[in-house]
């Protein structure tokens, strides 16, 4: 079919309009009054199910609408002619630029409440150890019963390499689409609770914390149990077969690539995402029936050796890891152990692998985290021959040529490390000796450093982010918050704001203005220490429940659009329920790359709800109401 599409805009000079349709776009052309128009040929009519058009200015997406255009026509048509009108907000006040999943996310002023808290950290006595997907019902009971709009989680993804305790770093998936094994409820699956089984399930489960390998290897042998039983069969049904075809494009390769790692059949890891998906799909919607929202959190990183990387090579700079200079988490700095992207190489398919993800992520939430949203300006590459996050660079840069350096009058050693993607030239090491420096030297490096790593690349990286945040932002209709914390260039929050993403907003972490609208205000993150460690590391002691709550109610008064605070602080209301030995309450310390993340909460998801914890849930329901965040 030939299809026509014109739609009225009036641009300024220098500003165009595009067709995004299939996942290209096409530059469409400029007639007499305003009118932009093109002429596309081998279309179907599902072609226009799902389309919408792009303001560009410079090579850059500048606007976009706030909905998808669905026009129907006859399939039998050879030719046709579409006129559309641009899709503005039509809610008054409205801050956002595209439409999301939740509506809620788009009424003016909306302000809501929620929890944080790692699928693994949940407990219920049907679990096997570790949190599953099936505990975020209870989960949403309490979030439901207390005004709460939201849960947040950590990823999901699946992590396994050989079942030790590397495997439980929730941020180096072995694929950006695939589930974690580990999270799958085994009686769903046919496993009878024998007396065997309730006697391991009890050992696990009373434990303090998870107990990852043990749990690995005690979980996947019932998992494999339960397949061999009716694995088959399952394969065989409608549901399954849907599930396949909806998510061949990556499923077929990762299951491949377990396949080949484990000596095992490919089926088998089908089958296990096939029930993951599934018990997980039916949480979502209990969820969303009840009126809370789920928000997930996208890792900025992809392990070397993961399905992605194994398959798309190209994608990757397999020569490096990426990480963060030293900042307020760790005075070393960090390396995360995964590789950087291939920036360039993405482009040319339109960023068609970060939009599957975020396809795929849409599945399950309303709203998501941009682990490390630096990374989509830049991000600090550490070649892979060094362990330290104080050896590397940033990726992409402007690094000094070495005749550039001699012309100040510097020298390298000590204060330079050569930019292995800029052979000959070199950007200045975070943590510099200048002590065999003269006086003026020292100036003049110290004018160059500041200038380097906070000024001379805002532009750059700006335009950087631009090309990709709103590639990426358009694949979804999920609410999108970026973490910002760190060395932030000052470009960013430009670019945010532009896009309308979320920032992160901490006190310990204090940006030197006032909390804005369009945020999500936290009282730490699983990166920091939660309210009562904090308190003890400062030499007061524990916190008391009052200073908590106190607390508390200071980021719920907050003009913040969402107050998401970590379970453990909630829970730290109430000085008779919380846990007593709350040092072992931090989730992770990025200081130590050995971290084994394995905090679980003290109490069953389904205790929160009894009587024993009415007391609590009365006292978040009030602070709730009264912050005028209630559900």
Not at 27 to 46: R, V, Y
Request: proline residues 5%; aromatic residues 12%; negative net charge.
């Amino acid at each position: 079919m030939q299809v026509t599409f014109k739609i009225e805009y009036r641009t300024i000079w220098g500003e165009s309009i595009s067709l995004s349709i299939k996942g290209e776009k096409y530059p469409m052309n400029w007639t007499e009054g305003n009118i932009w128009s093109l002429t596309l040929d081998g279309l179907k009519a599902t072609d226009l199910n799902e389309y919408g058009y792009l303001l560009i200015y410079d090579g850059l997406i500048t606007r976009m609408e706030w909905d998808k255009h669905h026009t129907k026509l006859d399939g039998r048509l050879k030719s046709a002619e579409v006129v559309d009108h641009w899709i503005d907000c039509p809610i008054p006040g409205c801050p956002f630029p595209m439409k999301h999943s939740a509506e809620k996310f788009d009424r003016a002023g909306f302000r809501g409440a929620g929890v944080v808290i790692p699928i693994f950290s949940l407990r219920s006595p049907r679990d096997f150890g570790i949190g599953e997907f099936r505990d975020l019902h209870a989960l949403v009971d309490w979030a439901s019963a207390t005004g709460q709009s939201i849960i947040q989680i950590l990823p999901i993804n699946d992590t396994t390499r050989r079942g030790e305790w590397k495997d439980s770093y929730p941020y180096s998936p072995i694929s950006s689409f695939a589930l974690h094994p580990l999270y799958l409820h085994l009686q769903d699956v046919g496993i009878k609770e024998t007396a065997t089984f309730k006697k391991l399930q009890g050992e696990l489960n009373a434990l303090p914390d998870v107990d990852y390998p043990r749990v690995f290897k005690e979980k996947t042998a019932l998992i494999r149990k339960a397949y061999d039983t009716r694995g088959q069969k399952d394969l065989q049904s409608k549901s399954y077969l849907k599930f396949y075809k909806d998510n061949a494009f990556w499923l077929d390769e990762y299951s491949q690539f377990c396949a080949q790692r484990d000596s095992n059949e490919a089926d088998y890891h089908r089958w296990i995402q096939y029930h993951l998906d599934k018990q997980l799909s039916e949480e979502v919607a209990y969820a969303r029936s009840k009126g809370i929202s789920l928000k997930g959190d996208l890792p900025i990183g992809v392990s070397a050796d993961s399905a992605d990387a194994h398959f798309h090579p190209e994608l990757f700079n397999l020569d490096s890891c990426a990480g963060a200079p030293p900042d307020y988490f760790s005075k070393d700095g960090q390396n995360w152990g995964f590789p950087t992207y291939n920036w360039d190489e993405m482009a040319k398919d339109g960023y068609a692998w970060w939009k599957k993800r975020l396809k795929k992520m849409s599945e399950y939430f309303d709203a998501f985290r941009i682990d490390h949203i630096l990374g989509f300006f830049r991000i600090w590459e550490i070649p892979i021959k060094y362990k330290s996050g104080l050896m590397g660079h940033f990726n992409p840069a402007m690094p000094y040529s070495k005749e550039d350096i001699y012309r100040m009058g510097l020298p390298l050693e000590g204060l330079f490390l050569e930019d292995p993607r800029h052979e000959g030239c070199y950007q200045p090491m975070i943590t510099p000796d200048t002590s065999h420096l003269d006086n003026w030297q020292k100036d003049r490096f110290n004018d160059l450093y500041t200038d380097f790593f906070y000024h001379r690349h805002n532009d750059f990286w700006r335009r950087n982010a631009e090309h990709k945040l709103p590639e990426l932002l358009s694949a979804s209709g999920m609410l999108a918050c970026g973490e910002d914390l760190g060395m932030v260039p000052d470009c960013v929050p430009g670019v945010m704001d532009h896009w309308k993403i979320l920032s992160l907003e901490m006190t310990q972490m204090d940006k030197g203005h006032a909390w804005p609208y369009l945020s999500v205000c936290a009282t730490s993150s699983h990166d920091m220490a939660n309210l009562r460690l904090q308190n003890a590391e400062a030499g007061k002691g524990d916190m008391p429940g009052w200073e908590v709550r106190r607390i508390l109610w200071e980021h719920l008064s907050s003009c913040c659009m969402l107050a998401i605070f970590p379970i453990q602080d909630w829970i730290a209301i109430d000085e008779n329920l919380r846990r007593k030995d709350f040092e072992n309450e931090r989730i992770n310390d990025p200081a130590d790359p050995n971290n084994h993340w394995k905090y679980r909460l003290h109490l069953n998801v389904e205790d929160l709800l009894s009587d024993k914890a009415s007391d609590l849930r009365v006292q978040i329901e009030g602070l709730i109401k009264d912050s005028s965040r209630y559900n």
